[in-house]
């Protein structure tokens, strides 16, 4: 049987503070790990709180959001091309950058 091609997926490192806009990734997982700080991810039925070394997956299609009370230091595993957003868009959208 032959194998699908793999899905990039280049880590991202984000830096947050503050309040993050609702937002759904349809098509993708997202893996959040916190390096440093604490974050909430709120969900429509939950919240879960990641202290540093903690990490939680949102599933493909699941609503949520951030909250860092502090300076936060995440990675994110997610596909190439993802937008932070996610299907919400709007002034908090965020292209990824090189470290180059």
């Known amino acids: 049987m032959k194998r699908p ?13 503050g309040e993050f806009v609702w937002h759904t990734h349809e098509d993708t997982d997202e893996l959040i790990l916190v390096m440093s700080g604490r974050l909430t991810i709120q969900l429509r ?3 879960v709180v990641l202290d540093p070394g903690e990490l939680f997956v949102v599933p ?3 609503e949520h959001s951030t ?3 502090e ?9 190439a091309g993802t937008m ?6 709007g002034a908090m959208t965020k292209a990824a ?3 180059d």
Do not use: F, H, Q, Y
């Open 5 to 17: 091609p793999p899905r990039r997926t280049p880590p991202k490192l984000a830096k947050l503070k």
């Open 45 to 47: 039925d939950r919240d």
């Open 60 to 62: 493909r299609g699941v």
């Open 67 to 69: 909250v860092a009370e």
């Open 71 to 79: 300076e936060t230091a995440i990675l994110l595993l997610e596909p």
């Open 84 to 89: 932070n957003t996610g299907d919400e868009g």
């Open 97 to 99: 950058e090189s470290l």
